[in-house]
C-alpha cells in the first residue's frame, strides 16, 4: 500500500508542473512583456485615438506614445488599460502600426477587450476599463513608439497604476 501512496504526490507534481509550463504560453506566443497605458478616444463619423503608456521589457520601463483612428463612431471616452505583449524579441520590434478590429458601446462605465498586432510580429492583448459616452464599430489603427530616452530600469508590475508615469 505505501507505494501507492508515494506515488500521488509525484504523480501530482508532475501535472503541476506540465501545467504551470503549459501556462507560459498561449495561443499568441510566449509572453514577453507588459504594456500601461491610458487611451483617449473620440470620434464623430471616424475617430482619433491618443494617449500614452509604459511598455515593461526584461529589467526595464519604457514611455510609449499611442495615437491613431478608426471609422464609424460617435462620442467620446477614455480608456484604461494593460496588454500583454507576445513575441517581442527587440525593443526596436515594438515600434509600428498595430491593427485591430473593435467594438465598444460605453455609457458611464465599461470593459473591452482588443487584440492588436503589428508587422514584427508582436501581439498585444489588451483589457481596459473605459468611462464616458461613446459607440464604436471599427477597424482599429495604432501607431505606438518607444521613447528610448525615456528607459528606467523597472520590474513588471502586477496590476497597472493610473496615471501613468
Known sequence: MRPALLSAPVILAAGLLAASSAWATDALGQKTGKLCFTLHDAALGGGYSWGKGRLYFGTHSYPVKLHGGGAVGFGYSTLKGEGKVYNLARLSDFNGTY???????????????????????????????????????????????????GERADTVPATCSFPIR
Open 99 to 149: 491593427w485591430s478590429v473593435r467594438a465598444e458601446a460605453t455609457i458611464g462605465k465599461g470593459r473591452n477587450v482588443a487584440v492588436l498586432d503589428n508587422n514584427q510580429g508582436v501581439d498585444i492583448k489588451a483589457s481596459m476599463r473605459t468611462s464616458g459616452g461613446h459607440l464604436a464599430a471599427a477597424v482599429m489603427r495604432l501607431t505606438l513608439r518607444v521613447d528610448p530616452g
